[in-house]
C-alpha cells in the first residue's frame, strides 16, 4: 500500500509580472516611456506588459535587467510561475468535466488504500486518478490502455468493468516497479516451478516469501492483490518490459487448490504465450486456445496427467489413498482433491477437509 502522504501548495492566485513592473517603476518614479527609451522598445510593449497584455520573453528580461538592475532570472521565474498558474487555471476547469469519466473507477477503495489522496474536491479527485495512471486525460487513458482493452475483451465472460481491471492491474504495475528481478529465463522459471511445487503444502507465511523470491531469480515478479469493487479475476498475466514479467493474483478463491493452479495457470502464460500478450483471468465455460493450454499445463504440472489417470483408474477413491498419493507426489492433498472435484471423479462434498483455506498479509486490505 502506498501510505506517503505529499502536500504541496498550489496558491489559487498569481501576480502577473507586469503588476510587479508598474510598480518597479512607480516607486523608482520612471515613466513608462522613459523604460521604453533605455529598452531600446516601443512604449506600447511595456505598456502592454504592464496591464498583463503581453508576456516578458527572455529577450525581453535582459534588456530590464539592464535598465533597472533588476536580474533577468527574477523576471523570468515570475513570468514562468504567472504562466503555470494560469495553465493550472485551465487545466482545473478541463477536470471539471472529466468528473462523469471518474467516476466509473472505484475510486473509495483506490483512497481507502492509499493510491490516491482523499479529498471531496470532484476536479482533485480527477487530478489524483490521473496521477495514478500516469497520464494527462481521459483521451490519453483511452490511448494507453487501448491494447488492455482489446485483450480483456477478448474473454467470453466479460463481467468485469474494464475501469476497475486496469485500476487493480495499475496497482500491481506499481508495486512492482519497485521490486527489482534477474532478466527474464524461461529455463530458470521453469526451475523455479519445480520447487514452487514443492511448496504447495506449506502455509503462506512459509512459502510466500520463497515463492516470490524464487520467481523475481527468474525474471517474474509476482504480487498478491486482493480484488477491488466490480473485479472478477483470479489472476493476470503481463510484461513489463522484455526482461521482467508481472504475475498477479487477487486471491479470490482462498482454497489452496484453487490457489495454486490460479499460480501456474499465470505461469503458463508467461511460458507459453507471446511478450506482447495480456492476459485477464475470469470464469469462463468458453476457453480460448490460450487459456485451455494454460489449464492444461497447471493441471499437468501439479499433478502430471499419466500418474493422476493411473491414480483414477482404480476404485474406490478413499481419503487414506487421496493422502497416500499427495506424499508420493510431494504436493498438498487439497490439491489433489481440487483436481478430482474439477474432474468430477468424485462428488464436490467429499474431501473438504482435506482442503485449507490461506490467509495473506495482504487481506486485511478492503
Known amino acids: 500500500m502506498n501510505t506517503a502522504k505529499q502536500y504541496t501548495f498550489n496558491p489559487d492566485y498569481s501576480v502577473h509580472p507586469g503588476e510587479i513592473l508598474g510598480e518597479t517603476l512607480q516607486a523608482r518614479s520612471i515613466s513608462q516611456s522613459e523604460l521604453a527609451s ?45 504562466r503555470l498558474h494560469v495553465a493550472r487555471r485551465a487545466e482545473e476547469a478541463r477536470f471539471a468535466s472529466f468528473y462523469e469519466w471518474a467516476k466509473e473507477f472505484p475510486i473509495r477503495s483506490l483512497t481507502k488504500r492509499g493510491w490516491i489522496p482523499e479529498t471531496t474536491s470532484k476536479e482533485e479527485q480527477v487530478r489524483a486518478l490521473l496521477d495514478f495512471f500516469g497520464v494527462s486525460s481521459p483521451a490519453a487513458w483511452e490511448a494507453h490502455y487501448k491494447k488492455l482493452a482489446v485483450a480483456y475483451r477478448k474473454s467470453p465472460a466479460f463481467t468485469t468493468s474494464l475501469k476497475s481491471i486496469t485500476s487493480w492491474l495499475r ?14 529465463s524461461k529455463k530458470n522459471f521453469r526451475r523455479s516451478l519445480d520447487e514452487i511445487r514443492g511448496l504447495t503444502s506449506l502455509d503462506p507465511s512459509d512459502f510466500e516469501l520463497r515463492m516470490k523470491e524464487l520467481c523475481y531469480k527468474a525474471g517474474v515478479v509476482l504480487v498478491f492483490l486482493p ?47 507471446g511478450k506482447n500478450a495480456v492476459f485477464i483471468d475470469e470464469e469462463s465455460k468458453v476457453l480460448s486456445d490460450e487459456e485451455a493450454k494454460a489449464d492444461a499445463f497447471a493441471a499437468n504440472h501439479l499433478i502430471p496427467r499419466a500418474r493422476y489417470e493411473r491414480f483414477v483408474s482404480v476404485r474406490p477413491i478413499s481419503r487414506s489413498r487421496v493422502l497416500a498419493f499427495a506424499r508420493e507426489l510431494g504436493i498438498a492433498p487439497g490439491v489433489v482433491v481440487g483436481r478430482l472435484h474439477h474432474d468430477k471423479v468424485v462428488p464436490f462434498s467429499w474431501f473438504q477437509d482435506l482442503k485449507r483455506t490461506f490467509v495473506f498479509a495482504e487481506d486485511d486490505t478492503s
Not at 171 to 184: H, K, Q, V
Request: charged share 20%; proline share 2%.
Open 38 to 82: 533605455r529598452c531600446g522598445i516601443s512604449e506600447k510593449h511595456v505598456s502592454q506588459i504592464i496591464n498583463g497584455k503581453a508576456s516578458i520573453t527572455s529577450e525581453t528580461a535582459l534588456l530590464f535587467e539592464r535598465a533597472l538592475g533588476i536580474r533577468a532570472s527574477l523576471w523570468m521565474n515570475l513570468e514562468s510561475s504567472h
Open 171 to 184: 496497482i500491481g504495475e506499481l508495486e512492482a516497479a519497485d521490486i527489482e528481478t534477474d532478466p527474464f
Open 227 to 273: 480484488e477491488l469493487p466490480g473485479t472478477h479475476v483470479s489472476g493476470a498475466t503481463r510484461w513489463l518490459s522484455s526482461g521482467k514479467a508481472l504475475i498477479i493474483q487477487s486471491l479470490r478463491y482462498r482454497a489452496d487448490d484453487h490457489f495454486w493452479f490460479t499460480f501456474f495457470h499465470e505461469a503458463a502464460h508467461i511460458l507459453l504465450h
